[in-house]
């Protein structure tokens, strides 16, 4: 089984900047994609940004593009997200996922807390 731990939320003000960092353990794969989304209060799950094996190819919803910026260091089986010019509607619980056979996010973090304040 692997699992998946986010730290690095917090509360911040608007035009802030936090880095989200999600650590992998357990169950090992040699190639696996990684990807964070994110939940705001009465909302639907929302892709944030994905970034492949080789840390390559990256590809962010256009409402995080610019702002926001995804790494990975597969030696410590390490993603992060580094959020700059945070704005308030960025507040929500944001969750790293693990797509280790290309078949889709199977593994899931708890979640970590953004909240931008205005």
């Known amino acids: 089984q692997v699992q998946l731990v986010e730290s690095g939320g917090g509360l911040v003000q608007a035009g802030g900047s936090l880095r989200l960092s999600c650590a992998a353990s357990?169950?090992?794969?040699?190639?696996?994609?990684m990807a964070w989304f994110r939940q705001a209060p009465g909302k639907e799950r929302e892709f944030v940004v994905d970034?492949?094996?080789?840390?390559?190819?990256?590809y962010y919803a256009d409402s995080v593009k610019g702002r926001f910026t995804i790494s990975r260091d597969n030696a410590k089986d390490t993603v992060y997200l580094q959020m700059n010019s945070l704005k308030p509607e960025d507040t929500a619980v944001y969750y790293c996922a693990m797509d280790p056979t290309g078949g889709g996010y199977r593994y899931w973090g708890q979640g970590t807390q953004v909240t931008v304040s205005s």
């Open positions: 357990g169950r090992t794969f040699s190639i696996y994609d």
């Open positions: 970034i492949r094996w080789s840390g390559g190819n990256t």
